[in-house]
T-cell receptor, first 112, second 114 residues
């Protein structure tokens, strides 16, 4: 799987949008970008994934650049409960049973 | 909503003792994973099962760790003997063969070795 690069930490004010960047310059054509987050002392939780089109669900939006070498996870109105470590992972989708390879992620701190 | 169940939630043991963790995946999920997460780092894959078969255990320290999924449903991860460096969160996850194959994680078992 391609390697990803994320900032170590980010801060965000409550109610503002949190934009978490991820670089994946060696991504292959059949690899998707997945985002998971891990709230303190809990297991990781799936947020969203995409191939090349922008995606949105009830939790977040995912913006992938046209060359697919980077992406941004957007939490439109961050709350204190969004404080967590966010992991950007590149993985071939459709291959059910492919393990996720985690990096260190970005620690997002949301403050009031 | 279906969840991955893990127990115990917390375990404190002394070094050289044996310890075991249990995981019950979401019903129908054929693939089961055990991850280890040291404080401040991302989860690291230890072993992956497809039904009752091991798919990948290349990162499992086989001299002291063992994992089994005898009937292809729940799974046990054992450490014997435990060492100080084994202190970590042990996470279990499962995924189905259908759909996009996203992983669902349990709450984890936090091990402290004294």
């Amino acid at each position: 799987d391609a390697k990803t690069t994320q900032p170590t930490s980010m801060d965000c004010a409550e109610g503002r949008a949190a934009n978490l960047p991820c670089n994946h310059s060696t991504i292959s054509g059949n690899e998707y970008v997945y985002w998971y987050r891990q709230i303190h002392s809990q297991g990781p939780q799936y947020i969203i994934h995409g191939l090349k089109n922008n995606e949105t669900n009830e939790m977040a939006s995912l913006i992938i650049t046209e060359d697919r070498k980077s992406s941004t996870l957007i939490l439109p109105h961050a709350t204190l409960r969004d404080t967590a470590v966010y992991y950007c992972i590149v993985r071939v989708a459709g291959q059910a049973g492919t393990a996720l390879i985690f990096g260190k992620g970005t620690t997002l701190s949301v403050s009031s | 909503e279906a969840e991955v169940a893990q127990s115990p939630r917390y375990k404190i043991t002394e070094k050289s003792q044996a310890v075991a963790f249990w995981c019950d995946p979401i019903s129908g999920h054929a693939t089961l994973y055990w991850y280890r997460q040291i404080l401040g780092q991302g989860p690291e894959l230890l072993v992956q099962f497809q039904d009752e078969s091991v798919v990948d255990d290349s990162q499992l320290p086989k001299d002291r760790f063992s994992a089994e999924r005898l009937k292809g449903v729940d799974s046990t991860l054992k450490i014997q003997p435990a060492e100080l460096g084994d202190s970590a969160m042990y996470l279990c996850a499962s995924s189905s063969q259908a759909g996009t194959g996203e992983l669902f994680f349990g709450e984890g078992s936090r091990l402290t070795v004294l």
